[in-house]
């Protein structure tokens, strides 16, 4: 075969098998290629490049084997982890994404989708924000106005909201701060903030000890007290405070920091106020569950993530902007390409070349509409709530925080613990118990939950091992749920007799 044939002739088997491959692989689950690392490896040690190319027809025949060892995240017992499952006109759309390859950080190499990006974030933004027409037709494709930037996901969001954060303290350069007198630069939020946080805070040389986790109360919200402490004590110290986060949707509990009140202290001490809201983001779709959000509206920054709640694919996050010139802040040119008068969005985004998934968030707008989002949100979060139920009806079963959106927490009991007011050493053993039972469940591949491990304020300081429960699938019904807490009690059973006797 002619290698330019590989770029002008598509072959239809080769789509037909793919089909068939991805039919198979969702009509099966984890349990048909068991996760076993050793056989994984085995499968792929060669560290030679090969020589020559293979068709592609040959080339399936790896696919086909390869395939299988993949994760099962569509099923509807599959209820681990944040991955969305895809609207399946996704797949068809993807392909038209992915042959356009298109170039959204340079005008010139993505014409109309640059401005499509900026009708998505400009809706978003509405959402949140809810500015008047007035100001959506003043700013939405302006050249020095941003209401936000695409990412890559919400850890580049929110690592691009601290490096806002810092620059409009204090500029690219943190001597600055010593000039006006400041010995040091922290950023304030509670102890869920998520684990990017910390990577943002190690690239901007400040370090992952300058971000201040501080204390939550029983619902798993910043502690407001907590909070008035340290601004106390970055005062005494002479700490700027670069930033306040709130979490709105954190990843263990789905609990939402009180945004009206760290909005009101943020404005007080004149703070970049931040809101983590790539979970829970979405909510606000739904009439029902958007006053969990209320506050929001006055963050500087919102952190979104399609690839969440909002049903597209990996690789698709956001970071809004309230004022429509704060990007402006973090604004850098390049003579080749991002010219410092042109629509770039290169000129802000910390990414550079990357998809235009912008037209994944189209296509999801456009036909779930904002009412479809909302019935999808609401019968997510009911089902958590459903679910939340069943758990605490159960001796077999503790639930560690009440459902707030459609993420929970709970652990599974053994029978001979089971109606006793749990101390220390009984807390670690039945950390161990669920740590073998939610492997022993992953091994299996029948069902799945992720798990974690937190101190809730029932028990203390002590850290917990939780199990953790994400409602995102629409097709799990009461049934698969029902299912899943079933294989937890038959597989507790046998690890029970197992550890403990
Ligand atoms: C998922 C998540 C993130 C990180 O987003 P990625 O898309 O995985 O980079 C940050 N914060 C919260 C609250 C999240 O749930």
């Not at 499968?43 to 190319?53: E, N, T, Y």
């Not at 006006?180 to 943002?200: C, E, N, P, T, W």
């Not at 805070?201 to 402490?229: F, K, P, Y």
């Not at 979405?282 to 959000?293: K, M």
Request: aromatic content about 8%.
């Amino acid at each position: 075969m002619k290698l330019t044939e590989l770029f002008t002739q598509p072959d239809p088997d080769f789509g037909k098998a793919m089909t068939a491959l991805l039919e198979h692989f969702h009509h099966s689950d984890d349990s048909q290629a068991p996760y076993q690392r050793g056989s994984f490896t085995h499968q792929l040690d060669q560290s030679c490049m090969p020589a020559i190319g293979i068709s592609p027809r040959d080339y399936l025949a790896r696919l086909t084997t390869l395939v299988p060892g993949a994760s099962h995240l569509t099923s509807p017992r599959y209820m681990g982890h944040m991955t969305a499952p895809l609207p399946a006109f996704t797949a068809e759309l993807s392909r038209l994404l992915v042959m356009l390859n298109q170039n959204p950080m340079k005008m010139e190499s993505s014409r109309l989708l640059s401005f499509l990006e900026r009708e998505v974030l400009a809706k978003l933004h509405r959402l949140v924000y809810r500015e008047d027409d007035a100001f959506y037709a003043a700013h939405m494709h302006a050249k020095d106005a941003a209401l936000g930037v695409m990412t890559s996901g919400g850890t580049i969001a929110n690592v691009t909201a601290l490096w806002l954060a810092r620059n409009r303290a204090c500029g690219d350069n943190l001597f600055a701060l010593a000039e006006q007198g400041y010995r040091g630069a922290v950023i304030l939020g509670s102890r869920l903030m998520h684990y990017s946080f910390d990577k943002g805070m190690d690239l901007l040389g400040l370090g992952a000890r300058s971000l201040w986790r501080l204390d939550t109360d029983e619902h798993n919200r910043l502690s407001l007290a907590a909070l008035e402490q340290a601004l106390q004590q970055c005062r005494e110290q002479k700490l700027k405070v670069l930033a306040l986060v709130g979490v709105a949707g954190s990843t263990d509990f789905g609990s939402v920091d009180p945004l009206p009140e760290l909005a009101a202290i943020a404005r007080r001490e004149q703070i970049h106020f931040h809101v983590d809201a790539a979970w829970g983001g979405p909510t606000l779709f739904s009439p029902r569950y958007q006053g969990l959000l209320t506050g929001i509206e006055h963050a500087d920054t919102v952190t979104l993530d399609g690839h969440k709640q909002l049903l597209v694919p990996l690789g698709t996050g956001m970071l809004l902007c309230r004022q429509p010139d704060l990007m402006m802040t973090v604004k850098r040119e390049a003579p080749y390409a991002i010219r410092a008068t042109s629509f770039d969005q290169g000129r802000f985004t910390l990414e550079g070349t990357r998809p235009a998934n912008a037209l994944y968030l189209d296509a999801a707008f456009q036909m779930l509409g904002q009412q479809g989002y909302a019935q999808l949100i609401d019968a997510n979060y009911d089902r958590a709530r459903r679910m939340a139920a069943l758990i605490d009806a159960s001796p077999a079963f503790e639930l560690m925080s009440a459902p707030v959106m459609n993420l929970l927490s709970y652990r599974c009991i053994p029978s001979h613990l089971q109606g006793q007011e749990p101390d220390v050493a009984t807390n670690e053993e039945i950390n161990l118990f669920n740590v073998a039972l939610q492997k022993a469940q992953r091994a299996e591949g029948h069902s799945f939950v992720s798990r974690t491990q937190r101190a809730v304020s029932r028990y203390g300081e002590q850290p917990l091992t939780l199990l953790r429960a994400v409602l995102l699938n629409p097709l799990i019904e009461e049934a698969d749920i029902r299912a899943l807490l079933d294989d937890q009690v038959r597989l507790g059973n046998q690890i029970a007799s197992q550890l403990f006797e």
